[in-house]
């Protein structure tokens, strides 16, 4: 394959494996190809089991955005995200049980969910995201989650948004600076229930006072990603924490979040997200401005309802926002 393809400008480096199929010695095999063409650098990988080898750190995060931690010596890189799926009827491999990780009914939500992804992609890119593929250019048979339909005749998004968003990729990444924070590196403190509470449960002043109290986050310890305070395995869970601030944010607000399965979120009482299916780390999730004017100073509440359907579960969330 390499000397069939050596001279092709358009292969800027080996990926030897992908997430795991037929991965072995890895290493060696990373090690081998690099010498073989030293003009590239090598992937080891692309997602699921990384052995440290090679030029390249590859995660694969569904919808994402996500990164692993930064290396001195091999690119951070976002190997596949996206798999937001919508199919168009009379441009389909087939005309049933197609397929994407998130699914959407009309080109508008598509291309909302799209940019959310691209917002949240450019504060990565300031913590060492080196780059990023999304999945993908086109539907391939029972996947329907491209850019473009199976026949490559309708473009599902809107053109001039999802270029508009991809260009701000290239400017300055911002700064994110924690509003209250996951329990990613220290567990943080949760009211919780598991039995279904009251109808005002997400309210700021809702009655919380014979639900349980544990650290973050919630769920099982073979979650994918998962840093587990306290063991949940029932099928729902509801959480609720309050937080206190000096002053409001000024620049855009983010969820970051690791949820499996549904999540949905409440910022004093308000419904600012409903996340959909799981992903495999934890990522930012961006909010808009009417979430943020739920923000005061003083305390303020954030509650969670997080539905398991299978699987793996797990929960944990905080706020960041962009510093001005």
Sequence with gaps: MIDARENHPSIVMWVPFNEGWGQHDTESVADWVKKYDPSRPVNEASGWTDRGSGDVSDMHDYPGVAMRPVEEKRAGVLGEFGGLGMPVPGHTWQDEKNWGYVSFKTPEELTDAYVKLLTAMRPLIGEGLAA?????????????????????????????????????????????????????????????????????????????????????????????????????????????????LENVPSGPLYLRIHHDDDADVYLNGELVSKAKGHRRSYGLVPLDDNAKAKLHTGDNSIAVHCHQSGGNQYIDLGLDAEAR
Aim: no cysteine; charged share 25%.
């Design 132 to 244: 990023a593929v999304y999945t993908q250019t086109t539907d391939v048979e029972i996947e329907v989650n491209g850019l473009m339909t199976y026949d490559r005749r309708v473009l599902k998004m809107d053109a001039d948004r999802i270029a508009a968003a991809a260009k701000k990729l290239y400017g300055p990444a911002p700064t994110i600076a924690t509003i209250t924070p996951t329990s990613e590196r220290e567990p943080q403190t949760w009211r919780y229930t598991t039995q279904a509470p009251a109808d005002d449960w997400f309210m700021p002043k809702a009655n919380d006072g014979s639900w349980k109290t544990g650290p973050g986050g919630f769920g099982t310890k073979a979650t994918p990603g998962a840093d587990v305070g306290t063991v949940w395995k029932t099928s729902d869970i509801w959480l609720r924490r309050t937080f206190n």
